[in-house]
């Protein structure tokens, strides 16, 4: 996939939890994971939001494109 997920990162510089940031977003701490570990192949622009919303970021901050 070109498109690599970097959530990890941002929640580390953020020092904010899983379990936190599920809770703050609203979304299963299982669906979190997933989104953290790349396990996904699509991501809501409503979840996207949320999570910038409360990690104070840019889409850009968690996603990242490698050209193959």
């Known amino acids: 996939m070109a498109i690599i997920l970097r959530l990890d990162r941002v929640m580390a510089d953020r020092k904010?939890?899983?379990?936190?940031?599920?809770?703050?977003?609203?979304?299963?701490?299982?669906?979190?994971?997933?989104?953290?570990?790349?396990?996904?192949?699509?991501?809501?622009?409503?979840?996207?939001?949320?999570i910038c919303r409360e990690l104070s970021c840019q889409p850009g901050d968690i996603l990242e494109y490698v050209e193959e």
Request: glycine letters at 8%; charged letters at 20%.
């Open 16 to 50: 904010i939890s899983l379990n936190e940031l599920s809770g703050r977003v609203g979304i299963s701490t299982v669906n979190l994971s997933n989104l953290k570990t790349g396990k996904v192949r699509a991501i809501r622009f409503s979840t996207l939001d949320a």
